[in-house]
């Protein structure tokens, strides 16, 4: 039979424009989380993380928001270019044991 | 940032043969390493934790006498997929931890294809 296999969702921006970037968690106990960006054929790049005693933190270009109550995680990116397409993960952390978990990625993809 | 580097970038192998992936930090030394594994379209997925000096723990599922992991110095650990088979093919990826505060950087991932 036919076998379906997951699609990593799609965001479509113009050149120029800001992109958002979102992401659902699901430990309430995490407290350490990053945004990787994964071009085709190569490993996750650090964009930038985040503590959870913050709420924003802000890099070159890019911001990362966290919101605790909801778990919610979004990666802004201004005036994206077209080196930003790429696959986006987020990735959280306990603190425990440092293992990372991915969350399902997002495909950024920049039109000119 | 560190960096971590992975080989071979990209092997293909004939089933019932091992293939042995090695991941290095070359500019720092990691007490921890990762081994993930990456389907198509599909997210990095855990599959072993490797301390150096100590046996690997490995997530649930994933055979430990199928990916055997040696984690013999502070900046080499490897990853041996013995009998492959073609279920084995996919984007093998390691990361090493600085031991500052989780931060962990990845290898540029190995291309596992089983014929």
């Known amino acids: 039979g036919e076998s379906v296999g997951l699609h990593l969702p799609t965001l479509s921006v113009q050149e120029g424009d800001n992109s958002i970037i979102n992401c659902a968690y699901s430990?309430?106990?995490?407290?350490?989380f990053i945004w990787y960006k994964q071009e085709s054929g190569k490993g996750p790049q650090f964009i930038i993380d985040?503590?959870?005693?913050?709420d924003k933190r802000q890099g070159q270009r890019v911001t990362v928001l966290l919101n605790k109550t909801v778990k919610h995680l979004s990666l802004q990116i201004a005036a994206t270019q077209p080196g930003d397409s790429a696959v986006y993960f987020c990735?959280?952390?306990?603190?425990?044991?440092?293992?990372?978990?991915f969350g399902k990625g997002i495909t950024l993809s920049v039109r000119p | 940032g560190a960096v971590v580097s992975q080989h071979p970038s990209w092997v293909i192998c004939k089933s019932g043969t091992s293939v042995k992936i090695e991941c290095r930090s070359l500019?720092?030394?990691?007490?921890?390493m990762f081994w993930y594994r990456q389907f198509p379209k599909q997210s990095l997925m855990l599959m072993a934790t490797?301390?150096?000096?100590?046996?690997?723990?490995?997530e649930q599922g994933v055979e430990k006498d199928k990916f055997l992991i040696n984690h013999a110095s502070l900046t080499l650990s490897t990853l041996t997929v013995t009998s492959a088979h073609p279920e084995d093919s996919s984007f093998y990826i390691c990361?090493?931890?600085?031991?500052?505060?989780?931060?962990?950087?990845f290898g540029q991932g190995t291309r596992l294809t089983v014929v």
């Open positions: 990361s090493a931890e600085t031991g500052r505060a989780s931060e962990a950087f």
């Open positions: 430990n309430s106990a995490s407290d350490y």
């Open positions: 985040i503590r959870s005693n913050m």
């Open positions: 990735a959280e952390n306990t603190g425990a044991n440092s293992k990372l978990t």
């Open positions: 500019d720092f030394q990691a007490t921890t």
């Open positions: 490797s301390n150096e000096g100590s046996k690997a723990t490995y």
